[in-house]
């Protein structure tokens, strides 16, 4: 079956552009030029993924991307503006996975998109058949479901795979390199950023208390670990 990535942006050159590249690949390309749109696409087709620009009429990509978050973890790309920051902060805190700069190349457009889908396809495909438990925390595997206190927790395909980096590594400590590395790819190696905000939202999403976490722990100038329980 193949591939669909719905395109966002109020720019038709820019929707163009970007679908233009994308078939080139044998990806199955839909539109939306807002936000309104966008969330309404997302919940009757259901694509592989969503390049979803940050500056739309009605419905901005902020906003668009929280509503879809409400009801679908479907890999978000934000497409933002040259040297806003703060807009790719706010990107990846209301659930987005990546961003990708304009102006950009359409290599670069493309490599974005396939790491993306790759690690959704990971996290769908690991760990098919176990369950982990960690505290009040359980991660279903086979269902690639989250609990927390019986209560089922909603993820981002990133948010899961940075999870299971965790659950995959009980006790060990993690650095931030290879945390990057690993759940973005090595060309994401010193983006600390983006794992910053990732962890923040997980800590969110799982712990008690976020401030004083259980699961995802800061080590000091080491990286981060989920401690061994049986310890």
Request: aromatic share 8%; glycine share 6%.
């Given at each position: 079956m193949n591939t669909t990535i719905l395109v966002v942006?109020?720019?038709p050159r820019y929707v163009r552009l970007m679908e233009a590249?994308?078939?080139s690949e044998g990806y199955q390309v839909l539109k939306a030029y807002n936000g309104l749109t966008a969330v309404e696409i997302v919940n009757a087709k259901k694509p592989d993924l969503v390049l979803l620009d940050v500056m739309m009429p009605q419905v901005n990509g902020f906003d668009a991307c929280e509503r879809i978050r409400e009801f679908s973890n479907v890999p978000i790309i934000m497409v933002t503006a040259k040297g806003e920051e703060r807009d790719r902060v706010r990107g990846l805190?209301?659930?987005?996975?990546?961003?990708?700069?304009?102006?950009?190349?359409?290599?670069?457009?493309l490599a974005r998109v396939r790491a993306v889908l790759r690690r959704a396809q990971f996290s769908r495909d690991s760990f098919k058949q176990s369950v982990f438990t960690h505290g009040n925390l359980r991660i279903d595997f086979g269902k690639a479901e989250v609990y927390n206190d019986k209560?089922?927790?909603?993820?981002?395909?990133?948010?899961?795979?940075?999870l299971l980096q965790f659950a995959h590594n009980i006790g060990r400590i993690l650095s931030s390199e290879e945390l990057l590395t690993n759940v973005w790819g090595p060309e994401y190696r010193e983006d600390k950023e983006i794992l910053w905000v990732s962890i923040s939202r997980l800590r969110q999403k799982l712990e008690d208390d976020p401030k004083s976490p259980a699961h995802i722990v800061t080590r000091p100038g080491l990286g981060y670990s989920m401690p061994d329980l049986g310890d």
């Amino acid at each position: 079956m193949n591939t669909t990535i719905l395109v966002v942006d109020d720019e038709p050159r820019y929707v163009r552009l970007m679908e233009a590249n994308l078939m080139s690949e044998g990806y199955q390309v839909l539109k939306a030029y807002n936000g309104l749109t966008a969330v309404e696409i997302v919940n009757a087709k259901k694509p592989d993924l969503v390049l979803l620009d940050v500056m739309m009429p009605q419905v901005n990509g902020f906003d668009a991307c929280e509503r879809i978050r409400e009801f679908s973890n479907v890999p978000i790309i934000m497409v933002t503006a040259k040297g806003e920051e703060r807009d790719r902060v706010r990107g990846l805190d209301v659930g987005a996975d990546d961003y990708i700069v304009k102006p950009f190349s359409a290599t670069e457009l493309l490599a974005r998109v396939r790491a993306v889908l790759r690690r959704a396809q990971f996290s769908r495909d690991s760990f098919k058949q176990s369950v982990f438990t960690h505290g009040n925390l359980r991660i279903d595997f086979g269902k690639a479901e989250v609990y927390n206190d019986k209560k089922l927790v909603f993820l981002s395909a990133t948010e899961y795979r940075l999870l299971l980096q965790f659950a995959h590594n009980i006790g060990r400590i993690l650095s931030s390199e290879e945390l990057l590395t690993n759940v973005w790819g090595p060309e994401y190696r010193e983006d600390k950023e983006i794992l910053w905000v990732s962890i923040s939202r997980l800590r969110q999403k799982l712990e008690d208390d976020p401030k004083s976490p259980a699961h995802i722990v800061t080590r000091p100038g080491l990286g981060y670990s989920m401690p061994d329980l049986g310890d």
